[in-house]
């Protein structure tokens, strides 16, 4: 069964930078692309940033461009959100999703983590 497991929120001043992680498990045997989403009290889910792994090919919110980049490691399975210049608009809690294809589901599906909080207050 896949799992994505995050990791790295927590709470940060203002200006302040975080690493999120999330590491996916379970025989799987191709990855079309992870990425985060983040959801705010009062707010609809939104998508964060991207990234293919073919290709590496990213996409970000307007919100977080210039502040947070995305990135990923295809030998483990994991993808990592650094986010900088954290301002409290970034409060919410942090999903990860990945579409991959297991050896029990070989084709790609969409999963997504249990989600982790970052709280930007001083």
């Known amino acids: 069964q896949v799992q994505l497991v995050e990791s790295g929120g927590g709470l940060v001043q203002p200006g302040g930078s975080l690493r999120l992680s999330c590491a996916a498990s379970?025989?799987?045997?191709?990855?079309?692309?992870m990425g985060w989403y983040r959801h705010a009290p009062g707010k609809q889910r939104e998508l964060v940033a991207t990234?293919?792994?073919?290709?590496?090919?990213?996409n970000y919110a307007d919100s977080v461009k210039g502040r947070f980049t995305i990135s990923g490691d295809n030998a483990k399975n994991t993808v990592y959100l650094q986010m900088n210049s954290l301002t409290s608009e970034d409060t919410a809690v942090y999903y990860c999703?990945?579409?991959?294809?297991?050896?029990?589901?070989?084709?790609?599906?969409?999963?997504w983590g249990q989600g982790t909080q970052v709280t930007v207050s001083s």
């Open positions: 379970g025989s799987i045997v191709s990855s079309y692309a």
């Open positions: 999703n990945a579409a991959l294809a297991s050896i029990a589901t070989p084709t790609f599906m969409s999963y």
């Open positions: 990234i293919t792994s073919a290709h590496g090919r990213t």
